[in-house]
């Protein structure tokens, strides 16, 4: 696979290509060229020439594109799903989810086009009148993790394009191929010259550069606290806009209330969905005292019969973690969780995985203590930690002792606990009765630690375009 830029697929000026590891196996999956700084340097040079045209053209017809690229996604989702299934691990079903998610956000730019332009006018005796127009911001850039990588860059690039600026992204290098593709169909749905530039590369040679280009007035970026304290650090030198959504420890506060088989069932579901490497996954599992042995041992037999294996096969309920170091990030999680005297149950029918695959076992942890490191640091990974709360307050004080905030759900069929525990809690999204949901028509973003700045709903509208004041004297 190759670089995109302008409408070019080139390499790196410098030649040199990085290996893409499949995680089910360890053999490569493809090859993408490695970018640094003068790739981006050209990429941001190309963004500029492009904005010129694309920011002046009627948002409709910027709409159109995205309309024809989201059709085209939807006509090509097995071809994408499966280049993603390859590089990132989750299972193709997974995979052909996300990738039928990124023509819905695309779909919702389209027909969000008409909102974007509307400026207005006000009359003012004193003064005469004053236009104030809603103008794009120009080139921006985007940074984003491995993950999600198809549905992440989809936010990003609807939201920027739609507006009328132009982008230049910089995917994983865990997982840079799909995001590839997905760019050569927008190309093929008439998207001009420069408009999406996709630079593959690491963080320190590709991702540097880009946030710290003068000409490049915001960046909006998708990882991890600790590469986004960097990233807010190098682009206040240069006074750029900057969107961060970093991680999430999000709580799923289950009331007494409700049924455990059915919860359990719920919980394994939402936790195990892309080997819980979401951001937004249930990672702290606070249940109610009344129900909570039932819905332990209800959840135990249930992690028993889960398949791990090749996402690829079908009979495969959960893919491979994505790489080593996020393999050991997640056994060192559970040895702490061990330390502080939880109790560990693996669950998962494979013990027998390719020697060279990043998979794990699904792991299920009761008798957490209240003060466990789990309410630090977020598990980007399959396991479920399962704390008992005395009541639905104990519960709420659990679910926001955590430097995060991205999201939270609450599960009862009462709706005043329902209500006191939207109010109460700690997070930019709360679900009730449903977790991990993400429709484009919301804005999504984190308080705390998670970050700030939202994507999608109508947040994009104030996130990419910035208001210019004439004041006419008549
Ligand atoms: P990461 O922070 O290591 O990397 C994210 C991106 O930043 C990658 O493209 C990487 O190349 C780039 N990067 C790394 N160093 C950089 C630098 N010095 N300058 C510029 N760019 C640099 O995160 P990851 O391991 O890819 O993803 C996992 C993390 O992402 C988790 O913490 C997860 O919770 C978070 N995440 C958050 C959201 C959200 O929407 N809030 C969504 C998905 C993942």
Redesign the pocket.
């Known amino acids: 696979m190759q670089m995109m830029i302008a409408d070019q697929f080139t390499e790196s000026i410098s030649g040199e290509r990085t290996r893409i590891i499949n995680p089910a196996d360890g053999k490569p999956a493809g090859e993408v060229p490695k970018g640094g700084k003068e790739d981006v340097d050209r990429a941001v040079m190309a963004a500029g020439d492009a904005f010129r045209r694309w920011s002046v053209l009627p948002t409709s017809r910027r709409g159109m594109i995205f309309w024809q690229s989201a059709a085209l996604i939807r006509r090509e989702a097995d071809r994408l799903a499966l280049i993603l299934t390859t590089e990132q691990g989750k299972p193709l079903r997974e995979a052909k989810d996300e990738v039928l998610g990124a023509a819905a956000v695309f779909e919702y730019y389209a027909g969000s086009a008409s909102l974007v332009s509307a400026g207005y006018t006000d009359r003012l005796p004193r003064y005469g009148y004053g236009i104030i127009q809603r103008r794009p911001l120009g080139v921006c850039g985007a940074?984003?993790?491995?993950?999600?990588p198809v549905l992440?860059a989809a936010w990003k690039i609807g939201a920027a394009l739609i507006t009328g600026n132009t982008l230049v992204l910089?995917?994983?290098?865990?997982a840079p191929m799909a995001v590839l593709a997905v760019g050569e169909v927008m190309i093929r749905s008439g998207l001009p010259p420069g408009v999406l530039n996709i630079i593959t590369g690491?963080?320190?040679d590709a991702?540097?550069p880009?946030?710290a280009h003068p000409d490049v007035r915001k960046i909006s970026?998708?990882?991890?606290?600790?590469?986004?304290e960097?990233?807010a650090r190098v682009t206040a030198r240069t006074i750029k806009r900057l969107t961060l959504?970093?991680?999430?420890n999000d709580p799923m506060i289950i009331c007494s209330d409700m049924d455990p088989a059915m919860m359990a069932d719920a919980a394994l579901r939402l936790r195990l969905y892309n080997a819980g490497q979401?951001?937004t996954s249930p990672k702290r599992i606070i249940v109610e005292e009344g129900i909570y042995d039932t819905f332990t041992t209800h959840l135990e037999r249930l992690l028993r019969d889960v398949t791990v294996g090749d996402g690829t096969d079908p009979g495969s309920m959960m893919g491979p973690l994505n790489n080593a170091e996020v393999r050991r990030s997640v056994e060192d999680a559970v040895q702490t969780l061990r330390d502080e005297g939880a109790t560990i149950i693996r669950g998962g029918k494979n013990e027998e995985f390719p020697k060279n695959g990043f998979f794990y076992n699904p792991v299920l942890c009761t008798g957490v203590p209240e003060d466990s490191r789990i309410h630090a640091e977020?598990i980007?990974g399959p396991v479920l930690p399962i704390i008992r709360a005395d009541d639905l307050d104990d519960a709420i004080g659990i679910a926001n002792d955590t430097q995060y905030g991205?999201g939270a759900s609450i599960w009862t069929r009462d709706i005043s606990a329902a209500e006191r525990a939207s109010e109460a809690l700690e997070a930019g999204i709360i679900w009730v009765n449903q977790h991990m949901k993400l429709p484009p028509e919301v804005p999504f973003g984190?308080i705390k630690k998670?970050?700030f700045g939202r994507e999608n709903g109508l947040a994009f509208i104030d996130a990419y375009t910035e208001e210019k004041t004439i004041l006419i004297n008549r």
């Open positions: 940074i984003i993790p491995w993950n999600m992440i910089k995917p994983s290098i865990n690491n963080g320190r991702g540097d880009l946030i970026f998708t990882g991890g606290i600790e590469t986004g960097h990233v959504e970093l991680g999430g979401i951001c977020e980007f991205l984190g998670s970050g």
